[in-house]
């Protein structure tokens, strides 16, 4: 299994850096951000997959040709109360190696989700009591504030909000837009999509891919949000809701914020061209394939 091992330790680290690195400079997710989202998740699961499998690969080597046979081994081996001294500290390092960075990845997941679902139980319950409803949409609540702001709550309990601010700077029509983008990103759950490249970046911060995946992701989430409420509203309501919320941003904010929310509304007010049906199908293949080959290398070699 050496060579599966390497092959996968290959392909982990090249999802995890150049991969990511291109993919996230890459202009065409604009004009599918859907199929984008796909081929970041294959990105970010095969490319776990592969580094926890190189390591367990190689681990498990001496014990047999494939890992559920060496892994079958070892438990005979070791249920029999006996050592394999074919498992020696080089293998038996990798094999602690990658635990380790299950253990620490699977940790770090718990972790951020707990601390996100306590956080948001927190701001449901202060919501709860300081907002009002708006009764122009059901399940919509005004917090007393005037910078205009708009956001969502996902959960099982899931809130939308939107401040005094708000109403002041757009109309009724106006509002309805911003809402419709929130609450595409409550139907489509984009906190879950977050959430696992949130966990890839704290577990391993120092690897430039990871972060360009979570800022990549985090866009595309905008991207697919903005693209399903223009469908259900007017496109210039929309782009000027974006622009009185996204203009709340305070004044030292990075110019690199106010560059995106203008690439935002421009590509409201002009979508781009979708891309053929072809190459959507292509990169939703190449996502699946991302996922199917570390998984079958690891069950099969």
Not at 130 to 142: C, E, K, N, Y
Not at 183 to 205: I, K
């Amino acid at each position: 299994m050496e060579l599966t091992a390497l092959g996968l330790g290959l392909l982990g680290v090249a999802l995890a850096e150049p991969v990511s690195r291109v993919l996230a400079s890459a202009r065409w997710p604009g004009r599918d951000p859907v199929g984008a989202l796909l081929l970041w998740q294959a990105v970010g699961f095969g490319g776990g997959i592969s580094l926890f499998g190189a390591g367990l690969a190689y681990g498990l080597a001496p014990m047999g040709d494939t890992l559920p046979a060496g892994t079958a081994a070892l438990w005979v081996s070791v249920s029999a109360g006996r050592w394999p001294a074919e498992m020696d500290p080089l293998h038996v390092g990798a094999l602690l190696v990658a635990l380790g960075l299950l253990i620490r990845l699977l940790s770090v997941l718990a972790i951020t989700a707990v601390r996100t679902l306590r956080a948001r139980r927190r701001h449901r319950d202060l919501l709860d009591v300081l907002a009002t409803p708006w009764p122009h949409a059901s399940g919509t609540r005004v917090l007393d504030h005037p910078v205009p702001v708009a956001y969502c709550l996902p959960g099982r309990n899931s809130r939308l909000v939107v401040s005094a601010g708000v109403l002041d700077a757009l109309d009724t029509p106006g509002v309805v837009a911003v809402l419709a983008h929130e609450r595409a990103h409550l139907r489509e759950r984009h906190d879950l999509v977050v959430l696992p490249f949130v966990a890839w970046g704290a577990t391993a911060p120092f690897v430039r891919g990871m972060v360009c995946a979570q800022l990549a992701v985090a866009r595309l989430i905008e991207m697919r949000a903005d693209d399903v409420a223009r469908k259900l509203c007017d496109p210039t309501e929309l782009a000027t809701a974006l622009k009185a919320v996204g203009g709340s941003a305070p004044a030292a904010a990075l110019s690199s914020f106010t560059d995106a929310l203008e690439a935002r509304i421009d590509r409201v007010t002009a979508p781009p061209a979708p891309l053929p049906a072809a190459v959507r199908w292509l990169i939703r293949v190449v996502a699946l394939v991302l996922v199917v080959v570390p998984l079958g290398l690891l069950l099969t070699h």
